[in-house]
């Protein structure tokens, strides 16, 4: 079987390829990447030795895929992750759309020419922030939650508002989903979407605006700068928490199940509530395992910051019979072996 993976040398795509070949006998990977990430050459040559072939090209040019020859399945775990991506001169909103939404074109004309099967490696940030403000929370010592007795106590489902205002990055994001829906509806192909919570594991090119535990915990061994920014400035904002490694269970069964499947196309794929960590039980955390260090405070809010946001995959678990192995304390410690191994890790990817 041949696999495409897009965007093969950022942390989801390696994970996913690494998982695959470790799972599944017989696969031939090849991966897309434009190394444009900062951290995503340190993937190169250790994906190039299990046997991937790892092509440096830009997906935003139309012409690359139409040179490769036929592959049975599409990955596509190529994106700007940030939600703050598209709001500066130096981000440009339209380079966002180019990478994000504009060249899932391409991909989608792939799979419709060789009747590949596609899966999108979306986001929790294609729910509406509007809708998401309006649950009501309560402190439960130092994290957020809903209100007992909410809808939302096992997190936001698949039917929750997808309504703008979602931000640029979360709109490009849900647009892909409806064109690859819309593409496979009308070319009979497979196609699967997966909302994905929080990635976290060691390797992450972890920032403030993108992979949050990984950031908090490097920079936490390293003696360096963190803060609590917006809703009181005391870190009681939640996330939820998944490793890249777990998605490969349910992406072959979704794989395998091609056009027959009775399945809902689209499935949210995360931690849930079992992992949902505030950034003061993530601190606490970090200071028990890496030593004490100082947090400031900043209770000033910024756009598109969420107090609580955790997706619930019971669907999944419906549906695919999909849970988690990794449990969320084993993620933090991978998290920080790597930081101690690595010390250098924050420069290298821009963190």
Not at 32 to 55: F, T
Not at 90 to 119: D, I
């Amino acid at each position: 079987m041949r696999v495409l993976i897009t965007g093969i040398c950022g942390f989801a795509g390696a994970a996913i390829a690494r998982t695959l070949l470790e799972h599944r006998d017989g696969l031939q990977i090849i991966g897309i990447d434009n190394l444009s990430r900062r951290g995503a050459q340190i993937n190169l040559e250790p994906l190039r030795a299990l046997g991937c072939e790892v092509l440096i090209e830009d997906l935003r040019d139309p012409t690359v895929l139409e040179l490769q020859p036929k592959a049975d399945w599409l990955i596509d775990a190529a994106a700007d992750p940030s939600v703050l991506a598209g709001l500066s001169g130096s981000s440009p909103a339209t380079e966002l759309l180019r990478t994000n939404l504009f060249s899932t074109v391409p991909m989608l004309e792939f799979c419709r020419k060789h009747g590949a099967a596609f899966t999108l490696l979306s986001t929790s940030r294609v729910y509406s922030i509007r809708a998401l403000l309006e649950i009501p929370l309560t402190l439960h010592e130092t994290a957020l939650r809903p209100a007992v007795g909410s809808p939302f106590e096992a997190g936001v489902a698949e039917s929750f508002s997808c309504q703008p205002p979602l931000s640029l990055y979360g709109a490009s994001k849900f647009c892909a989903e409806t064109l690859a829906l819309e593409y496979g509806s009308a070319f009979d192909f497979p196609v699967w979407i997966n909302r994905c919570g929080v990635l976290a594991g060691a390797g992450q090119f972890g920032k403030a605006d993108q992979g949050i535990f990984s950031f908090w915990i490097h920079r936490w061994a390293a003696k360096r700068s963190l803060k609590y920014i917006g809703f009181g400035g005391l870190g009681h904002q939640v996330r939820d928490c998944l490793h890249p490694a777990d998605l490969v269970s349910v992406l072959l069964q979704q794989f395998d199940a091609g056009l027959a499947a009775d399945k809902p196309k689209v499935v949210n794929l995360s931690g849930g509530i079992e992992s949902a960590t505030s950034l003061r039980q993530l601190s606490d955390w970090c200071a028990s395992r890496l030593g004490q260090h100082s947090v400031a405070t900043d209770g000033e809010s910024r756009p598109f910051d969420l107090p609580w946001m955790v997706l619930d995959s019971r669907l999944a678990q419906a549906e695919w019979s999909w849970c988690p192995k990794r449990p969320v304390a084993a993620i933090f410690e991978e998290i920080a072996t790597h930081a101690e191994t690595h010390p250098g890790w924050l420069d290298l990817c821009g963190a």
